[in-house]
């Protein structure tokens, strides 16, 4: 066997293309790629190309190259599946809490304290090397070994032969040298990363600096924010106003409802985690597996520790106006809009979304839905959902959908709530029985789509003092008279596409046979209406701190999707996909008259879902080849373990409430 070849077979699944979004099972075809691969797992494979290539011509190195991988792909794929497989079967591997790699007789052994605590290794140990989670002390034993050695930048916190305790401090890769009895010198390479904790997890003082930080980006506004830590440094309301500003334009959505859903939030999450790292560089941003609180909703989710005084406050404000009173986060302001654009701000110039026409300047939560509870009503988010979409979504497009749809937005509806319905809705509660839901659940994404189309029009303008009967949003008779004349309320909501926004909605038992009922009129009124959301329902959620604890979850679960794709455990089609749903693109430039709607154009695609459309974020990962990447590039640049991610997750296929990958039967589910 060559050099090439002994080198590819020892580092098995590493042998694989890290510029496609392909499935990576099979050859590798561009020794190039390879070569220049970024330092990480599979850098002796590198290296030992690279001394190849002196040695004989260019041509002679591409043939003997392309023959050893071609051979070699197949016996790589089948590595790393049989090995996924024998991991997934010794789950009591795991339990260990430690990372252990072996490099020729030599193995090393590493671990912290969350390791040894939680009795886990960092990603469930599915990491083909050793991670150095920054600036937690790492225990290294290096076995069958003498002494040993580490790069100098690695703070060595106790020294004894060849156990170590060293910390990392920055993103990248270090080293470790043992030399054994009989003198031969084995060389590992460890790297360093932020771990990605579920809130919980964290230790005291890792969680109180990560809210701490939150805290500052809420109180500590820009300029001064920039000065005091550094040119990275962004406020709460910059964050705010970017994502209404992508989420809440007139013609489309630019960051929900389509495939570009998780890279824009993802991308966004690391920007706001760049900022908390400017703060104080040890934070990294956890997550909430809120697979946890939806499994005991019914009785518990008011009560999770999440909301304690000194975490995230209560979810149910004890006043009529569903301001946050108590707790770390009370009375967390909403800021007045410094921009005129109506998608920036409501008509009271706060910087929540037009549609919205709650007047308090401050955070709102609540646990109802137009007077129903939110833990009866608002759909599940739980294992099974999460277990649903990864069985019935093997293609990305599909996917992010259903992720959006199923696993994101009720948990945002879940915090914020919804009030100040039509008077009428409450009288028809009785009708309307438990489908109540299903028109309140789908009033804020239904309230959002008709002002698109121009069938609502939301105050431009309310004094401070006016009362919020008297700034409402509500139907444009206008355009109603013109283009819609002689319909029921049913028909308008069915023509406009809004009962297909929700589909149990239109298939309630409440007497929807009767499309000319009353309790239609009551539906059509209260969307035009919008009543009075929470802040974490709105697209200026981003104000409501837990917005940063979410979307950690759903890239996690792609992750997972990625990973077992590649080592051919579960099929899931890569191609980028333009799915985008019910989010039309309403082009408003020739709608000049009050009476005039936008052309809404089914062909053209919302930009931001497009697989070259542009990441609005600059350099947020590692080794980026230009400040700006497109959705396709920062989608090949992000799977799980990539050089160029910061990051990992602490754990990406066990689910602390839903078992290893939802408990689905993984073997022979690698065909569509």
Same mark, same amino acid.
């Given at each position: 066997?060559?050099?090439?070849?002994?080198?590819?077979?020892?580092?098995?699944?590493?042998?694989?293309?890290?510029?496609?979004?392909?499935?990576?099972?099979?050859?590798?075809?561009?020794?190039?790629?390879?070569?220049?691969?970024?330092?990480?797992?599979?850098?002796?494979?590198?290296?030992?190309?690279?001394?190849?290539?002196?040695?004989?011509?260019?041509?002679?190195?591409?043939?003997?190259?392309?023959?050893?991988?071609?051979?070699?792909?197949?016996?790589?794929?089948?590595?790393?599946?049989?090995?996924?497989?024998?991991?997934?079967?010794?789950?009591?591997?795991?339990?260990?809490?430690?990372?252990?790699?072996?490099?020729?007789?030599?193995?090393?052994?590493?671990?912290?304290?969350?390791?040894?605590?939680?009795?886990?290794?960092?990603?469930?140990?599915?990491?083909?090397?050793?991670?150095?989670?920054?600036?937690?002390?790492?225990? $290294?034993? *290096?076995?069958? /070994?003498?002494?040993?050695? +580490?790069?100098? %930048? #690695? =703070?060595?916190?106790?020294?004894?032969?060849?156990?170590?305790?060293?910390?990392?401090?920055?993103?990248?890769?270090?080293? $470790?040298? *043992?030399?054994? /009895?009989?003198?031969?010198? +084995?060389?590992? %390479? #460890? =790297?360093?990363?932020?771990?990605?904790?579920?809130?919980?997890?964290?230790?005291?003082?890792?969680?109180?600096?990560?809210?701490?930080?939150?805290?500052?980006?809420?109180?500590?506004?820009?300029?001064?924010?920039?000065?005091?830590?550094?040119?990275?440094?962004?406020?709460?309301?910059?964050?705010?106003?970017?994502?209404?500003?992508?989420?809440?334009?007139?013609?489309?959505?630019?960051?929900?409802?389509?495939?570009?859903?998780?890279?824009?939030?993802?991308?966004?999450?690391?920007?706001?985690?760049?900022?908390?790292?400017?703060?104080?560089?040890?934070?990294?941003?956890?997550?909430?597996?809120?697979?946890?609180?939806?499994?005991?909703?019914?009785?518990?989710?008011?009560?999770?520790?999440?909301?304690?005084?000194?975490?995230?406050?209560?979810?149910?404000?004890?006043?009529?106006?569903?301001?946050?009173?108590?707790?770390?986060?009370?009375?967390?302001?909403?800021?007045?809009?410094?921009?005129?654009?109506?998608?920036?701000?409501?008509?009271?110039?706060?910087?929540?979304?037009?549609?919205?026409?709650?007047?308090?300047?401050?955070?709102?939560?609540?646990?109802?839905?137009?007077?129903?509870?939110?833990?009866?009503?608002?759909?599940?988010?739980?294992?099974?959902?999460?277990?649903?979409?990864?069985?019935?979504?093997?293609?990305?497009?599909?996917?992010?959908?259903?992720?959006?749809?199923?696993?994101?937005?009720?948990?945002?509806?879940?915090?914020?709530?919804?009030?100040?319905?039509?008077?009428?809705?409450?009288?028809?509660?009785?009708?309307?029985?438990?489908?109540?839901?299903?028109?309140?659940?789908?009033?804020?994404?239904?309230?959002?789509?008709?002002?698109?189309?121009?069938?609502?029009?939301?105050?431009?303008?309310?004094?401070?003092?006016?009362?919020?009967?008297?700034?409402?949003?509500?139907?444009?008779?206008?355009?109603?008279?013109?283009?819609?004349?002689?319909?029921?309320?049913?028909?308008?909501?069915?023509?406009?596409?809004?009962?297909?926004?929700?589909?149990?909605?239109?298939?309630?038992?409440?007497?929807?046979?009767?499309?000319?009922?009353?309790?239609?009129?009551?539906?059509?009124?209260?969307?035009?209406?919008?009543?009075?959301?929470?802040?974490?329902?709105?697209?200026?959620?981003?104000?409501?701190?837990?917005?940063?604890?979410?979307?950690?979850?759903?890239?996690?679960?792609?992750?997972?999707?990625?990973?077992?794709?590649?080592?051919?455990?579960?099929?899931?089609?890569?191609?980028?996909?333009?799915?985008?749903?019910?989010?039309?693109?309403?082009?408003?430039?020739?709608?000049?008259?009050?009476?005039?709607?936008?052309?809404?154009?089914?062909?053209?695609?919302?930009?931001?879902?497009?697989?070259?459309?542009?990441?609005?974020?600059?350099?947020?990962?590692?080794?980026?080849?230009?400040?700006?990447?497109?959705?396709?590039?920062?989608?090949?640049?992000?799977?799980?373990?990539?050089?160029?991610?910061?990051?990992?997750?602490?754990?990406?296929?066990?689910?602390?409430?839903?078992?290893?990958?939802?408990?689905?039967?993984?073997?022979?589910?690698?065909?569509?």
């Amino acid at each position: 066997m060559t050099e090439l070849a002994k080198a590819a077979h020892s580092v098995y699944g590493a042998v694989v293309d890290e510029g496609s979004h392909r499935s990576t099972y099979g050859a590798v075809d561009k020794a190039d790629e390879l070569v220049a691969r970024p330092a990480g797992v599979g850098t002796r494979v590198a290296r030992v190309a690279k001394e190849a290539r002196p040695a004989v011509g260019a041509a002679l190195f591409r043939l003997t190259t392309y023959a050893c991988l071609g051979l070699l792909g197949y016996a790589v794929a089948y590595a790393r599946r049989k090995g996924a497989i024998e991991l997934y079967s010794d789950r009591a591997a795991l339990r260990e809490g430690v990372q252990r790699y072996c490099e020729d007789g030599v193995c090393v052994i590493a671990s912290n304290r969350y390791e040894r605590d939680l009795g886990r290794p960092i990603a469930n140990g599915l990491y083909e090397g050793i991670i150095l989670e920054l600036f937690q002390e790492t225990r $290294l034993e *290096a076995n069958d /070994a003498e002494s040993c050695e +580490v790069s100098e %930048e #690695l =703070v060595v916190v106790d020294r004894g032969g060849c156990e170590l305790d060293v910390m990392a401090t920055r993103v990248g890769s270090y080293w $470790l040298s *043992a030399t054994t /009895a009989t003198g031969m010198i +084995v060389e590992f %390479e #460890l =790297v360093g990363k932020y771990v990605r904790r579920e809130i919980r997890d964290l230790a005291s003082d890792d969680r109180a600096r990560f809210i701490d930080a939150i805290a500052v980006t809420h109180a500590v506004p820009d300029a001064v924010g920039r000065q005091k830590y550094g040119a990275r440094y962004r406020s709460t309301d910059w964050f705010t106003t970017q994502h209404q500003f992508w989420s809440a334009s007139r013609s489309c959505d630019h960051w929900h409802a389509g495939s570009g859903f998780l890279n824009m939030h993802a991308s966004f999450t690391r920007r706001y985690e760049q900022t908390l790292q400017a703060i104080d560089e040890r934070v990294v941003v956890a997550y909430w597996d809120f697979t946890i609180e939806d499994a005991t909703r019914d009785c518990c989710f008011a009560e999770s520790v999440l909301w304690s005084s000194d975490w995230f406050s209560t979810v149910e404000p004890n006043n009529s106006l569903n301001i946050l009173d108590s707790g770390r986060f009370a009375f967390l302001p909403i800021r007045k809009s410094t921009r005129v654009e109506m998608q920036d701000r409501n008509a009271y110039g706060l910087l929540t979304v037009p549609w919205n026409t709650n007047p308090s300047p401050f955070l709102t939560r609540s646990q109802q839905v137009y007077g129903l509870a939110n833990v009866v009503n608002v759909p599940h988010f739980g294992c099974a959902e999460f277990s649903g979409v990864m069985s019935s979504s093997r293609a990305y497009g599909l996917a992010m959908n259903s992720i959006a749809s199923t696993l994101h937005s009720p948990v945002h509806g879940m915090i914020g709530g919804y009030w100040n319905y039509v008077p009428e809705i409450e009288a028809e509660q009785g009708s309307f029985n438990e489908h109540m839901y299903n028109v309140s659940s789908a009033s804020n994404a239904i309230t959002k789509m008709l002002w698109r189309m121009g069938i609502v029009e939301c105050p431009k303008f309310c004094a401070p003092d006016t009362p919020a009967v008297d700034c409402t949003c509500n139907l444009s008779r206008p355009r109603l008279e013109k283009h819609y004349s002689g319909l029921s309320a049913w028909d308008i909501l069915n023509t406009t596409g809004a009962l297909s926004l929700y589909s149990a909605m239109a298939g309630a038992t409440f007497d929807d046979s009767n499309h000319n009922s009353s309790i239609w009129d009551i539906v059509l009124r209260q969307v035009a209406n919008g009543g009075h959301v929470g802040t974490a329902t709105t697209d200026g959620s981003p104000t409501d701190p837990t917005f940063w604890l979410i979307h950690g979850m759903q890239e996690r679960f792609l992750q997972q999707l990625r990973f077992l794709n590649d080592t051919g455990l579960w099929y899931f089609d890569q191609t980028w996909q333009v799915v985008t749903g019910n989010n039309f693109y309403y082009d408003w430039s020739n709608a000049t008259r009050s009476e005039d709607i936008p052309y809404k154009n089914k062909s053209a695609t919302c930009s931001g879902h497009r697989e070259n459309d542009i990441i609005p974020f600059a350099n947020i990962l590692e080794d980026q080849p230009k400040p700006f990447l497109t959705n396709l590039e920062y989608y090949n640049m992000t799977k799980a373990f990539s050089p160029h991610l910061p990051y990992v997750y602490d754990q990406l296929l066990n689910w602390t409430q839903c078992g290893w990958a939802f408990g689905l039967d993984l073997e022979g589910s690698s065909n569509p």
